[in-house]
């Protein structure tokens, strides 16, 4: 069954960026402290045009969920590099370069209809019908794996108020950031959570919750 | 070596009460689901008078911090019961009642001189002179075991600040109560964690955390 997902590194004090997000550093004042446990990973390496790295069980974490995902579906802001003056041209690049990591299909929500772009192995399609319409064309896209949701956090919160987030994996990196943008913000009812897994390693939790009806 | 740490149980995001706490609700609204993992627990159960009850992994943890507990040190708030109208008495009873869990000396912190008072195993002297006398008293009663720091949060900040904590641990709730009184709220600085251990159950996650210097 395509389940849509949700791998997302968070920290203590609940942000997924840091405050004062610009184009140069699309994470915030210290984001980059909430993936310090993925740069060293060989799986993240190999994604991203590098060699080596480590492979142990935040690898196989890692590794895990980018083979079980078939499509991706990110947010504008996602695609285009955090929140900025740039949000507003409609044909900025993404962030994300020539050599995209994701290698499987990617759908990115937004206002400004665009036509579809091809970069090595990843297809881009802008969808403007919104979020329900973008994850159907995901799912049909995703051969019957999983479909992750890339974020930012916008986004997560407008899938978990509609009810169609089946999974969040957060990995919880022991830091704090003390302001920026939180993951569960903005909701609009109560979500009822129940941990299905959960690894520890000294540099990152990784916490597998199902999502379930509210309470 | 006299430490002093603190256990605390925290949702997913980032609160330890929920939204509007009242006398008859001191943990506010859902509060209770932060402690949903200890009630069921043998430790737990036999401090507060009852029996039977788990000896799980979690109840080890448990069982581990009260082991090592030589004194506690609360705040106002917590002695009688969360914020309220009724924090203005200074001469409100506890809300721990006449048989209080903790068979170590208290101290509590208070803005309000008055006598010390003795409850079955338990002393409770109340300390006018400010977090650092509060912390000398405690250290100098507790027999060279730790300092246990009970809350709430806003004492938690105060000892974070002045750079007096050793450790934290955090039980971590997989649960989202959307208000209340955050944990990580008014840190004046940077505060540098390192998780030291991650033991985690269906119910809960239990991280330890040394406080390092701030970076």
């Known amino acids: 069954m395509t389940r849509l997902t949700c791998d997302i590194s968070m920290s203590l004090d609940g942000f997924v960026a840091g405050p004062n997000q ?9 984001g980059e402290l ?5 740069f060293r990973l060989a799986s993240w ?22 083979r079980g995902t078939g499509a991706v579906v990110m947010g504008r802001r996602m695609y285009s590099g955090g929140e900025g003056p740039w949000e507003d041209d409609p044909n900025a690049e993404g962030w994300w ?17 665009r036509e579809p ?19 159907e064309q995901a799912r049909a896209a995703a051969g019957g794996k999983n479909v992750s949701l890339g974020g930012g956090a916008s986004l997560v919160q407008q899938y978990l108020n509609a009810g169609l987030l089946d999974e969040l994996q957060i990995h919880l990196a022991p830091v704090l950031l003390g302001g920026g943008v ?3 913000d903005h909701l609009e009812k109560p979500v009822e959570l129940e941990a299905t897994r959960v690894l520890a390693s000294p540099s990152v939790t990784h916490l597998r919750l199902a999502i379930r009806a509210p309470r």
């Open 22 to 30: 610009t184009l140069q550093q699309p994470l915030g004042e210290r």
């Open 34 to 38: 909430l993936h310090e446990w993925i």
């Open 45 to 66: 390496r190999e994604r991203h045009g590098g060699s080596g790295g480590e492979t142990d069980a935040d690898d196989e974490v890692l590794a895990e969920s980018l």
């Open 97 to 113: 370069g020539d050599e995209p990591p994701f290698r499987v299909p990617v759908f990115v929500v937004t206002h400004h209809p």
């Open 117 to 135: 772009e091809t970069k090595q192995d990843t297809t881009i399609t802008f969808v403007t019908g919104g979020i329900e319409a973008a994850l």
């Open 182 to 184: 939180r993951l569960f």
